[in-house]
Protein backbone atom coordinates (compact mmCIF):
# COMPACT_ATOMS: atom_id res chain seq x y z
CA UNK A 1 0.00 0.00 0.00
CA UNK A 2 1.06 3.17 -0.88
CA UNK A 3 1.70 5.88 1.65
CA UNK A 4 1.39 8.99 1.19
CA UNK A 5 4.05 11.66 2.79
CA UNK A 6 3.17 15.74 2.90
CA UNK A 7 6.62 17.01 2.74
CA UNK A 8 5.68 20.39 3.59
CA UNK A 9 4.67 18.92 6.89
CA UNK A 10 7.64 16.33 7.45
CA UNK A 11 10.27 19.35 6.88
CA UNK A 12 8.56 21.20 9.70
CA UNK A 13 8.42 18.69 11.69
CA UNK A 14 12.79 18.94 11.56
CA UNK A 15 14.52 20.98 12.80
CA UNK A 16 15.81 23.80 10.28
CA UNK A 17 18.66 24.16 8.35
CA UNK A 18 20.60 27.38 9.50
CA UNK A 19 24.46 28.69 9.31
CA UNK A 20 24.42 27.74 13.11
CA UNK A 21 27.01 25.35 12.29
CA UNK A 22 29.29 27.64 10.24
CA UNK A 23 29.10 30.36 12.42
CA UNK A 24 30.03 27.87 15.11
CA UNK A 25 32.99 26.35 13.60
CA UNK A 26 34.34 29.92 12.70
CA UNK A 27 33.19 32.04 14.66
CA UNK A 28 36.89 33.21 16.13
CA UNK A 29 38.14 33.41 12.65
CA UNK A 30 35.10 35.60 11.49
CA UNK A 31 35.72 37.62 15.10
CA UNK A 32 39.30 38.11 13.09
CA UNK A 33 38.11 38.89 10.12
CA UNK A 34 35.97 41.65 11.43
CA UNK A 35 38.71 43.29 12.97
CA UNK A 36 40.19 43.27 9.81
CA UNK A 37 37.74 44.86 7.87
CA UNK A 38 36.71 47.79 10.12
CA UNK A 39 40.74 48.14 10.40
CA UNK A 40 40.95 48.39 6.42
CA UNK A 41 38.05 50.62 5.76
CA UNK A 42 39.27 53.41 7.86
CA UNK A 43 40.43 56.46 5.49
CA UNK A 44 41.82 60.08 6.18
CA UNK A 45 38.34 60.81 4.12
CA UNK A 46 35.51 60.69 6.92
CA UNK A 47 32.70 60.05 4.32
CA UNK A 48 34.96 56.78 3.42
CA UNK A 49 34.79 54.89 6.70
CA UNK A 50 30.83 56.61 7.42
CA UNK A 51 29.57 55.28 3.92
CA UNK A 52 31.51 52.04 3.85
CA UNK A 53 30.61 51.47 7.24
CA UNK A 54 26.82 52.00 6.79
CA UNK A 55 26.37 49.41 4.50
CA UNK A 56 29.09 46.74 6.21
CA UNK A 57 27.16 47.04 9.63
CA UNK A 58 23.28 47.23 7.86
CA UNK A 59 23.39 43.15 8.66
CA UNK A 60 23.84 40.18 6.46
CA UNK A 61 25.09 36.89 7.39
CA UNK A 62 28.77 37.28 6.05
CA UNK A 63 28.69 34.16 4.13
CA UNK A 64 30.78 34.30 1.67
CA UNK A 65 33.66 35.17 3.98
CA UNK A 66 32.57 32.02 6.43
CA UNK A 67 32.96 29.89 3.12
CA UNK A 68 36.57 30.90 3.22
CA UNK A 69 36.92 30.50 6.39
CA UNK A 70 35.33 27.01 6.69
CA UNK A 71 37.02 25.30 3.33
CA UNK A 72 40.17 26.12 4.24
CA UNK A 73 39.44 24.47 8.06
CA UNK A 74 37.54 21.80 5.82
CA UNK A 75 41.15 21.21 3.86
CA UNK A 76 42.52 21.06 7.23
CA UNK A 77 44.28 24.60 7.25
CA UNK A 78 45.51 26.17 9.89
CA UNK A 79 47.89 29.16 9.13
CA UNK A 80 45.71 33.06 8.96
CA UNK A 81 45.94 33.66 5.55
CA UNK A 82 42.54 32.61 4.94
CA UNK A 83 41.08 35.27 7.46
CA UNK A 84 42.29 38.11 5.25
CA UNK A 85 41.44 36.86 2.12
CA UNK A 86 37.90 36.29 3.92
CA UNK A 87 37.65 40.03 4.25
CA UNK A 88 38.82 40.74 1.36
CA UNK A 89 36.07 38.12 -0.52
CA UNK A 90 33.81 40.68 1.97
CA UNK A 91 35.03 43.68 0.23
CA UNK A 92 34.51 42.65 -2.94
CA UNK A 93 30.93 41.73 -2.25
CA UNK A 94 30.28 44.88 -0.77
CA UNK A 95 31.65 47.36 -3.06
CA UNK A 96 29.61 45.02 -5.25
CA UNK A 97 26.39 46.10 -3.10
CA UNK A 98 27.58 49.78 -3.53
CA UNK A 99 27.36 49.51 -7.37
CA UNK A 100 24.43 47.48 -7.54
CA UNK A 101 22.22 49.79 -5.58
CA UNK A 102 23.20 52.80 -7.79
CA UNK A 103 22.99 51.29 -11.02
CA UNK A 104 18.78 49.62 -9.78
CA UNK A 105 18.23 53.40 -7.90
CA UNK A 106 17.34 51.31 -5.12
CA UNK A 107 16.63 53.20 -2.04
CA UNK A 108 17.02 50.26 0.46
CA UNK A 109 18.71 47.26 1.57
CA UNK A 110 17.44 44.43 4.78
CA UNK A 111 15.36 47.24 5.69
CA UNK A 112 17.26 49.99 5.88
CA UNK A 113 18.02 53.39 3.36
CA UNK A 114 20.76 52.15 1.00
CA UNK A 115 23.89 54.37 0.68
CA UNK A 116 23.05 55.78 -2.85
CA UNK A 117 19.74 56.94 -1.10
CA UNK A 118 21.50 58.72 1.78
CA UNK A 119 25.11 59.76 0.49
CA UNK A 120 24.13 59.98 -3.01
CA UNK A 121 24.88 58.24 -6.67
CA UNK A 122 28.65 59.90 -6.47
CA UNK A 123 29.70 58.85 -2.97
CA UNK A 124 28.51 55.37 -3.16
CA UNK A 125 30.35 54.55 -6.62
CA UNK A 126 33.33 56.02 -5.31
CA UNK A 127 33.54 54.55 -2.15
CA UNK A 128 32.94 51.25 -3.91
CA UNK A 129 35.60 51.47 -6.13
CA UNK A 130 38.16 51.98 -2.46
CA UNK A 131 36.53 49.18 -1.29
CA UNK A 132 37.72 47.13 -4.16
CA UNK A 133 41.23 48.89 -3.98
CA UNK A 134 41.20 47.80 -0.57
CA UNK A 135 40.53 44.26 -1.50
CA UNK A 136 43.22 44.27 -4.26
CA UNK A 137 45.73 45.75 -1.69
CA UNK A 138 44.93 42.72 0.97
CA UNK A 139 45.30 40.08 -2.20
CA UNK A 140 48.57 41.61 -3.06
CA UNK A 141 49.83 41.57 0.96
CA UNK A 142 48.63 37.63 0.61
CA UNK A 143 51.62 37.64 -1.58
CA UNK A 144 50.27 34.19 -3.77
CA UNK A 145 49.98 35.34 -7.55
CA UNK A 146 47.47 32.38 -7.67
CA UNK A 147 45.21 33.60 -5.38
CA UNK A 148 45.36 36.81 -6.60
CA UNK A 149 44.75 35.36 -10.10
CA UNK A 150 41.58 33.75 -8.49
CA UNK A 151 39.69 36.77 -6.78
CA UNK A 152 41.01 39.23 -9.42
CA UNK A 153 38.95 36.94 -12.04
CA UNK A 154 35.92 36.88 -9.90
CA UNK A 155 35.65 40.61 -9.98
CA UNK A 156 36.07 40.69 -13.50
CA UNK A 157 33.52 38.04 -13.79
CA UNK A 158 31.00 40.10 -11.27
CA UNK A 159 31.57 43.61 -13.70
CA UNK A 160 30.48 41.34 -16.90
CA UNK A 161 27.77 39.55 -14.73
CA UNK A 162 26.81 43.67 -14.34
CA UNK A 163 27.23 44.71 -18.10
CA UNK A 164 24.86 41.71 -18.68
CA UNK A 165 22.00 42.32 -16.68
CA UNK A 166 22.20 45.75 -17.84
CA UNK A 167 21.68 43.91 -21.51
CA UNK A 168 19.20 41.74 -20.25
CA UNK A 169 16.74 44.53 -18.06
CA UNK A 170 13.19 45.19 -19.39
CA UNK A 171 14.02 42.37 -22.47
CA UNK A 172 11.17 40.01 -22.04
CA UNK A 173 12.80 37.71 -25.01
CA UNK A 174 15.76 36.52 -22.52
CA UNK A 175 16.76 33.21 -22.38
CA UNK A 176 16.86 31.13 -19.72
CA UNK A 177 20.49 30.88 -20.21
CA UNK A 178 21.05 34.41 -20.72
CA UNK A 179 19.51 34.64 -17.33
CA UNK A 180 21.64 31.50 -15.56
CA UNK A 181 24.53 33.54 -17.49
CA UNK A 182 24.03 36.39 -15.71
CA UNK A 183 23.73 34.90 -11.93
CA UNK A 184 26.73 32.71 -12.90
CA UNK A 185 28.77 36.11 -13.30
CA UNK A 186 26.86 38.19 -10.98
CA UNK A 187 26.53 35.68 -7.89
CA UNK A 188 28.14 32.17 -8.17
CA UNK A 189 31.65 33.98 -9.26
CA UNK A 190 31.98 35.41 -5.87
CA UNK A 191 31.08 31.99 -3.94
CA UNK A 192 32.95 30.01 -6.42
CA UNK A 193 36.34 31.56 -5.67
CA UNK A 194 35.74 32.17 -2.26
CA UNK A 195 35.82 28.51 -1.39
CA UNK A 196 38.50 27.94 -3.18
CA UNK A 197 41.21 29.88 -2.11
CA UNK A 198 40.46 27.71 1.09
CA UNK A 199 41.81 24.84 -0.98
CA UNK A 200 44.72 26.98 -2.10
CA UNK A 201 45.86 28.59 1.28
CA UNK A 202 45.97 25.14 2.47
CA UNK A 203 48.04 23.82 -0.51
CA UNK A 204 45.86 21.16 -1.64
CA UNK A 205 45.74 19.07 -4.67
CA UNK A 206 44.09 20.52 -7.70
CA UNK A 207 41.12 17.94 -8.04
CA UNK A 208 40.10 19.36 -4.14
CA UNK A 209 40.32 23.35 -5.35
CA UNK A 210 38.30 22.45 -8.06
CA UNK A 211 35.68 20.26 -5.57
CA UNK A 212 34.98 23.54 -4.21
CA UNK A 213 35.01 25.73 -6.73
CA UNK A 214 32.33 23.66 -8.05
CA UNK A 215 30.35 23.17 -5.20
CA UNK A 216 30.69 27.28 -4.36
CA UNK A 217 29.66 27.96 -8.33
CA UNK A 218 26.57 25.52 -7.90
CA UNK A 219 25.86 27.06 -4.66
CA UNK A 220 25.77 30.56 -5.74
CA UNK A 221 23.63 29.65 -8.99
CA UNK A 222 20.93 28.04 -6.21
CA UNK A 223 21.14 30.55 -3.59
CA UNK A 224 20.62 33.69 -6.28
CA UNK A 225 17.50 31.28 -7.70
CA UNK A 226 15.81 31.50 -4.46
CA UNK A 227 16.79 35.15 -4.23
CA UNK A 228 14.98 35.64 -7.61
CA UNK A 229 12.23 33.42 -6.50
CA UNK A 230 11.19 34.98 -3.14
CA UNK A 231 10.84 38.01 -4.93
CA UNK A 232 7.56 37.13 -5.63
CA UNK A 233 6.73 35.24 -2.92
CA UNK A 234 4.81 35.88 0.77
CA UNK A 235 8.38 34.43 2.37
CA UNK A 236 10.00 37.79 1.80
CA UNK A 237 7.88 39.85 3.69
CA UNK A 238 8.63 37.20 6.59
CA UNK A 239 12.52 37.19 6.14
CA UNK A 240 12.04 41.47 6.47
CA UNK A 241 12.13 42.22 2.80
CA UNK A 242 9.91 43.98 0.31
CA UNK A 243 8.04 42.04 -1.94
CA UNK A 244 8.36 42.84 -6.25
CA UNK A 245 11.59 45.09 -6.13
CA UNK A 246 12.44 42.94 -9.43
CA UNK A 247 9.23 43.52 -10.91
CA UNK A 248 9.55 46.94 -10.48
CA UNK A 249 12.55 47.56 -11.77
CA UNK A 250 12.08 45.56 -14.69
CA UNK A 251 14.39 43.29 -14.19
CA UNK A 252 14.18 39.78 -16.21
CA UNK A 253 14.87 36.75 -13.54
CA UNK A 254 13.84 33.06 -14.44
CA UNK A 255 10.40 33.04 -12.53
CA UNK A 256 9.31 36.11 -15.31
CA UNK A 257 11.48 33.74 -18.35
CA UNK A 258 9.62 30.97 -17.40
CA UNK A 259 5.89 33.10 -16.93
CA UNK A 260 6.57 34.57 -20.69
CA UNK A 261 7.40 31.50 -22.20
CA UNK A 262 4.54 29.81 -21.21
CA UNK A 263 1.66 32.64 -21.47
CA UNK A 264 -0.18 33.25 -24.42
CA UNK A 265 -0.34 36.54 -26.39
CA UNK A 266 -2.47 38.20 -23.46
CA UNK A 267 -0.11 37.58 -21.15
CA UNK A 268 2.99 38.02 -22.67
CA UNK A 269 1.22 41.66 -23.59
CA UNK A 270 0.97 42.04 -19.71
CA UNK A 271 4.73 41.41 -19.27
CA UNK A 272 5.75 43.65 -21.84
CA UNK A 273 3.78 46.57 -20.46
CA UNK A 274 4.83 46.19 -17.47
CA UNK A 275 8.51 45.48 -17.61
CA UNK A 276 9.94 46.14 -21.06
CA UNK A 277 7.78 49.92 -21.28
CA UNK A 278 7.74 50.04 -17.04
CA UNK A 279 3.83 50.81 -16.93
CA UNK A 280 2.47 49.33 -13.96
CA UNK A 281 -0.40 49.73 -11.94
CA UNK A 282 -1.18 48.58 -8.39
CA UNK A 283 -2.66 45.88 -9.40
CA UNK A 284 0.45 44.49 -11.55
CA UNK A 285 2.53 43.00 -8.98
CA UNK A 286 -0.63 40.45 -7.92
CA UNK A 287 -1.29 39.66 -11.18
CA UNK A 288 2.45 38.69 -12.36
CA UNK A 289 2.29 36.54 -9.38
CA UNK A 290 -0.81 34.54 -10.18
CA UNK A 291 0.62 34.08 -13.71
CA UNK A 292 3.95 32.90 -12.78
CA UNK A 293 1.34 30.62 -9.69
CA UNK A 294 -0.39 29.93 -12.78
CA UNK A 295 2.43 28.48 -14.92
CA UNK A 296 4.19 26.69 -11.96
CA UNK A 297 6.65 29.34 -12.41
CA UNK A 298 7.82 30.16 -8.94
CA UNK A 299 7.63 26.22 -8.26
CA UNK A 300 9.84 25.34 -11.35
CA UNK A 301 12.47 27.95 -10.33
CA UNK A 302 12.74 25.99 -6.86
CA UNK A 303 13.20 23.02 -8.72
CA UNK A 304 16.20 24.25 -10.57
CA UNK A 305 18.11 25.65 -7.20
CA UNK A 306 17.40 22.02 -6.05
CA UNK A 307 19.08 20.59 -8.99
CA UNK A 308 22.11 23.21 -8.61
CA UNK A 309 22.65 22.38 -4.86
CA UNK A 310 22.41 18.64 -5.80
CA UNK A 311 25.64 18.86 -7.52
CA UNK A 312 27.09 21.24 -5.30
CA UNK A 313 26.68 18.62 -2.10
CA UNK A 314 27.82 15.89 -4.57
CA UNK A 315 31.24 18.55 -4.98
CA UNK A 316 31.81 17.55 -1.45
CA UNK A 317 31.91 14.16 -1.81
CA UNK A 318 35.66 13.42 -2.41
CA UNK A 319 36.34 15.08 1.08
CA UNK A 320 36.27 12.78 4.62
CA UNK A 321 33.38 13.28 6.84
CA UNK A 322 33.97 15.65 9.64
CA UNK A 323 32.25 18.55 11.04
CA UNK A 324 33.19 21.44 8.07
CA UNK A 325 31.74 19.13 5.40
CA UNK A 326 28.45 18.60 7.67
CA UNK A 327 28.49 22.33 8.21
CA UNK A 328 29.02 23.11 4.03
CA UNK A 329 25.99 20.60 3.00
CA UNK A 330 24.05 22.39 6.05
CA UNK A 331 24.65 25.73 3.84
CA UNK A 332 23.35 24.48 0.55
CA UNK A 333 19.89 22.88 2.59
CA UNK A 334 19.65 26.37 4.29
CA UNK A 335 19.62 28.28 1.08
CA UNK A 336 16.82 26.32 -0.67
CA UNK A 337 14.59 25.89 2.61
CA UNK A 338 14.51 29.95 2.49
CA UNK A 339 11.66 29.16 -0.15
CA UNK A 340 9.91 27.04 2.63
Known sequence: MAIVVNLDEERSKSRKPSLEALQRLAGEDLTAVNALILRHMQSPVALIPQLAGHIIAAGGKRLRPLLTLTSARLCNYRGDRHKALAATVEFIHTATLLHDDVVDDSELRRGLATANAVWGNKASVLVGDFLFSRAFQLMVADGSLKVLEILSGASAVIAEGEVLQLVTTNDTETSEQAYLEVIRCKTAALFAAACRVGAVVADRPKVEEEALESYGLNLGIAFQLIDDMLDYSARQSELGKTVGDDFRE???????????????????????????????????????????????????TVARAGHYGAIARDALGIFPDCEEKRALLEVVDFCIERAY
Open 250 to 300: GKITLPVVLAYRRGGTEERAFWRRTLEELKQEESDLAQAIELMERHGALRD
